[in-house]
């Protein structure tokens, strides 16, 4: 194993475990939560996850169930062996397909095979996106290679995320985000432009008495109106020395099995 991988747990389950490199993205908080929150029911069979980077949200959200494929794309060639790496890791290769591509580029050509009736549409799209946009590109730019790629609209922005996702979903089908609050209004108007309705919200603040850190986003595409905004999540205590993780999210911090699991 190259030096500077360690392997980690993933979650607080016990049976999850990744590898992870210092000098790329690695995952937190908001991978754990946007795992436990996509929704996975009968309707949902095959999930695409956009910018896998290590496979740690495919591989937490395929533990849930067994009933569910998904395919994970990512950019970064070192990532991409990581992902295969984990994958294998946990035994998850008759569930997870680590594709390595440019989204922009495969959405198009999967899109295509689509209205040729060569592949079928995801029932469910998941994304962890890049969310610096140009304005914060100025003074967030330190960093790897690697991490800017993960974090910084470099390569994909959100729109070209929701519009392309638009291309290859099912019929109300589900696109599932989370980004940092600064971002939500932008997410929310680019959703309906693309005909993602917003259905469901859950807003994660850092202690109760905090400003909102970020937000889990479910819409669904060519759906009615209406959205349900789940509790707040608050991940401290109130006391600012205390970082450890309240009750109720450390028990999100273990895959949520689905209905009949």
Known sequence: MKKGIIKNNLG??????????????????????????????RNVKNILEVGT?????????????????VDAIEIQPRAVELAKQNVILNKMEDQINIIEGDFKLWAKEYAYKCGNKLAKKYDSIVANPPYYNEEFNQIRMSGTHEQKLATHEINLNLEQLISLSSKIIEQKGYLTVVLPMARYIDLICLMRQYKFEPKRVQIVYTRVNSLPKFCLVEARFNSGWGTFFEPNIYLHNDDPKDHSYREEVRKLYSPIKAKGE
């Open 53 to 69: 980077n290590n496979g740690a949200l495919s591989i937490f959200m395929t533990s849930r169930s067994k009933k569910i494929k």
């Open 12 to 41: 607080y389950s016990g049976d999850l475990f990744v590898y992870q490199d210092k000098e790329m993205f690695n995952y937190s908080v908001d991978t754990i939560l946007l795992g436990n929150f996509v929704a996975i029911n």
